[in-house]
């Protein structure tokens, strides 16, 4: 317990510099933006004086390595800025938009998982036949097809011509009231308040966008878990077991299963990563207010304040995704504890 503990503090060490490079890397980057957000703040009616003002009060007329100190010491007291395009605290801001991309994320993966790695299984185990064919169509049409075009044709079939789905537009139909925020997740806050209706709604809303992302990540993750799984079932270990008269089941699941889930954990950790920076085309086309699309309306306006406070979140999701990936190694296969390491 003792060396795991120190593992796990030598990993949030070794991420301070990652974190150190991401500030300095995003702070340049954004200021090499085109356009001025002093124009941008001031508005289409603003004189040059007015402008030069806003410029004065944002920082913009200090030097870089002013601006960056002056940055720095914000954050270490935990101020990201305030954005330009809305007018309000860039924590803030994230603070009420992080929860819908989570949200909309692991519904995406939960479901995916749910079918990628019983179909990588099962097309593993039967490699040629229907299954093994239908997995890699699956996987085939899921890289091939962009989310956006997915959500689309999503929307067409189950919205204007069956009509079954909710209108795409944002996390909850107008007929509802926002449930009381404790998590910022409306399926948790919903069902902790009691209100079933309110559950049912927020649940219908996040179908069509989930099962587009869904469409999207099953692809990786049904192609690594066969991979990893045709890899299993050859290894000496499985061949060993079933000399040894183990059952089909304690073979498949209890050996080549368990080694096979280390590199689908580690497939599951980076899509999950990507998608939730990557899944902006999925919240424009249904109105989901996540950070992907607020970074891109930043990055459109040069909001510096909000584009660097976003990425500055998403290494540290990154960085607690990979310290959280690490751990369950050492859970699935003891060999990847901390002596190994």
Same mark, same amino acid.
């Given at each position: 317990?003792?060396?795991?503990?120190?593992?796990?503090?030598?990993?949030?060490?070794?991420?301070?510099?990652?974190?150190?490079?991401?500030?300095?890397?995003?702070?340049?980057?954004?200021?090499?933006?085109?356009?001025?957000?002093?124009?941008?703040?001031?508005?289409?009616?603003?004189?040059?004086?007015?402008?030069?003002?806003?410029?004065?009060?944002?920082?913009?007329?200090?030097?870089?390595?002013?601006?960056?100190?002056?940055?720095?010491?914000?954050?270490?007291?935990?101020?990201?800025?305030?954005?330009?395009?809305?007018?309000?605290?860039?924590?803030?801001?994230?603070?009420?938009?992080?929860?819908?991309?989570?949200?909309?994320?692991?519904?995406?993966?939960?479901?995916?998982?749910?079918?990628?790695?019983?179909?990588?299984?099962?097309?593993?185990?039967?490699?040629?036949?229907?299954?093994?064919?239908?997995?890699?169509?699956?996987?085939?049409?899921?890289?091939?097809?962009?989310?956006?075009?997915?959500?689309?044709?999503? +929307?067409?079939?189950?919205?204007?011509?069956?009509? +079954?789905?909710?209108?795409?537009?944002?996390?909850?139909?107008?007929?509802?009231?926002?449930?009381?925020?404790?998590?910022?997740?409306?399926?948790?806050?919903?069902?902790?308040?009691?209100?079933?209706?309110?559950?049912?709604?927020?649940?219908?809303?996040?179908?069509?966008?989930?099962?587009?992302?869904?469409?999207?990540?099953?692809?990786? +993750?049904?192609? &690594?878990?066969?991979?990893?799984?045709?890899?299993?079932?050859?290894?000496?270990?499985?061949?060993?077991?079933?000399?040894?008269?183990?059952?089909?089941?304690?073979?498949? !699941?209890? !050996?080549?299963?368990?080694?096979?889930?280390?590199?689908?954990?580690?497939?599951?950790? &980076?899509?999950?990563?990507?998608?939730?920076?990557?899944?902006?085309?999925?919240?424009?086309?249904?109105?989901?207010?996540?950070?992907?699309?607020?970074?891109?309306?930043?990055?459109?306006?040069?909001?510096?304040?909000?584009?660097?406070?976003?990425?500055?979140? &998403?290494?540290?999701?990154?960085?607690?995704?990979?310290?959280?990936?690490?751990?369950?190694?050492?859970?699935?296969?003891?060999?990847?504890?901390?002596?190994?390491?």
């Amino acid at each position: 317990m003792a060396r795991r503990s120190s593992a796990t503090l030598n990993r949030i060490l070794q991420a301070i510099p990652v974190l150190i490079g991401v500030v300095v890397i995003s702070f340049i980057l954004t200021r090499a933006l085109p356009g001025d957000p002093a124009v941008q703040f001031a508005g289409a009616a603003a004189t040059p004086e007015s402008i030069e003002e806003v410029r004065r009060s944002l920082g913009l007329d200090k030097p870089l390595p002013e601006q960056f100190l002056i940055y720095v010491g914000d954050l270490l007291q935990g101020d990201l800025g305030q954005s330009v395009s809305t007018g309000r605290p860039v924590a803030t801001e994230l603070a009420s938009r992080l929860p819908a991309s989570l949200e909309l994320t692991l519904s995406a993966l939960i479901l995916s998982c749910l079918i990628a790695v019983p179909l990588g299984v099962l097309a593993a185990t039967r490699p040629g036949t229907w299954i093994d064919q239908l997995c890699r169509i699956l996987v085939t049409a899921g890289v091939s097809l962009p989310t956006f075009f997915t959500g689309i044709v999503l +929307i067409y079939v189950f919205y204007y011509l069956l009509g +079954i789905a909710p209108s795409p537009l944002g996390r909850l139909d107008f007929i509802y009231l926002d449930p009381p925020r404790i998590t910022g997740f409306f399926l948790i806050d919903a069902a902790i308040a009691g209100d079933l209706e309110t559950w049912f709604g927020a649940l219908k809303q996040l179908v069509l966008p989930a099962t587009t992302l869904a469409l999207f990540t099953l692809a990786p +993750i049904a192609r &690594m878990t066969r991979a990893a799984m045709l890899s299993a079932l050859a290894a000496d270990y499985v061949r060993t077991a079933r000399a040894a008269g183990l059952g089909p089941g304690m073979v498949l !699941y209890g !050996y080549a299963f368990r080694n096979a889930l280390l590199p689908v954990v580690t497939t599951l950790g &980076m899509v999950f990563s990507f998608v939730l920076g990557a899944n902006v085309l999925v919240e424009k086309v249904f109105a989901w207010p996540g950070i992907g699309s607020y970074a891109v309306e930043a990055l459109v306006v040069s909001d510096y304040a909000a584009v660097q406070g976003f990425v500055l979140a &998403m290494a540290l999701l990154f960085v607690i995704l990979n310290l959280l990936i690490d751990l369950s190694y050492s859970l699935i296969d003891p060999r990847f504890g901390t002596s190994s390491k």
